[in-house]
T-cell receptor, first 111, second 114 residues
Framework: DAKTTQPNSMESNEEEPVHLPCNHS???????IHWYRQLPSQGPEYVIH???SNVNNRMASLAIAEDRKSSTLILHRATLRDAAVYYC????????????FGKGTKLSVIP | DAGVTQSPTHLIKTRGQHVTLRCSPI?????VSWYQQVLGQGPQFIFQ???????GRGNFPDRFSARQFPNYSSELNVNALLLGDSALYLC?????????????FGPGTRLTVT
């Protein structure tokens, strides 16, 4: 399975943008990059996914490097509710259906 | 619309006992996956079921088993409980089985083994 590397933790001030990086140097050409987040005492929540071009939805934006070896999840204005663990996930190999979560990045938002 | 529901929310069991956890997927979702999350770690995949068939199994011992019912709800069973089985057990549903990575998670069942 392709591996991802994320910082253990990050901090952001409320109302400021947050850029959460993820390295995935072994990504294959057809792998989608997925992001999930887990708020305290809740199950993980799907955030966004993308393949090559940048993607936007109501929750966040996903910027994917041209060589696809890294990506960045962008929260445009962090709120206290965005404090969570953010997971960058690549799909499993052919014939597998699981999501493989690493330790993720714990985002703290400072009021 | 109701999200994924799990029961019970909390459970305390003794070593050696058996436990059954239940999950109801989002209406219309035919795929259910189970994950174990130990404190401080990301969720670890246990099983996926699609249309009542097992489609994937993670690296867990045979003490763990699951099944999916005709209404797509699912049960996770764990036999001969160990202290190390204490964890949050998460259920996730998705609309299709094959390569469906947009999964919707329930709040989990917190299992404590003493």
């Amino acid at each position: 399975d392709a591996k991802t590397t994320q910082p253990n933790s990050m901090e952001s001030n409320e109302e400021e943008p947050v850029h959460l990086p993820c390295n995935h140097s072994t990504i294959s050409g057809t792998d989608y990059i997925h992001w999930y987040r887990q708020l305290p005492s809740q199950g993980p929540e799907y955030v966004i996914h993308g393949l090559t071009s940048n993607v936007n939805n109501r929750m966040a934006s996903l910027a994917i490097a041209e060589d696809r070896k890294s990506s960045t999840l962008i929260l445009h204005r962090a709120t206290l509710r965005d404090a969570a663990v953010y997971y960058c996930i690549l799909p499993p190999g052919a014939g597998s259906y699981q999501l493989t979560f690493g330790k993720g990045t714990k985002l703290s938002v400072i009021p | 619309d109701a999200g994924v529901t799990q029961s019970p929310t909390h459970l305390i069991k003794t070593r050696g006992q058996h436990v059954t956890l239940r999950c109801s997927p989002i209406s219309g979702h035919k795929s259910v996956s189970w994950y174990q999350q130990v404190l401080g770690q990301g969720p670890q995949f246990i099983f996926q079921y699609y249309e009542k068939e097992e489609r994937g199994r993670g690296n867990f011992p045979d003490r763990f088993s699951a099944r999916q019912f005709p209404n797509y709800s699912s049960e996770l069973n764990v036999n001969a409980l160990l202290l190390g089985d204490s964890a949050l057990y998460l259920c996730a549903s998705s609309s299709t089985g094959y390569r469906s990575y947009e999964q919707y998670f329930g709040p989990g069942t917190r299992l404590t083994v003493t």
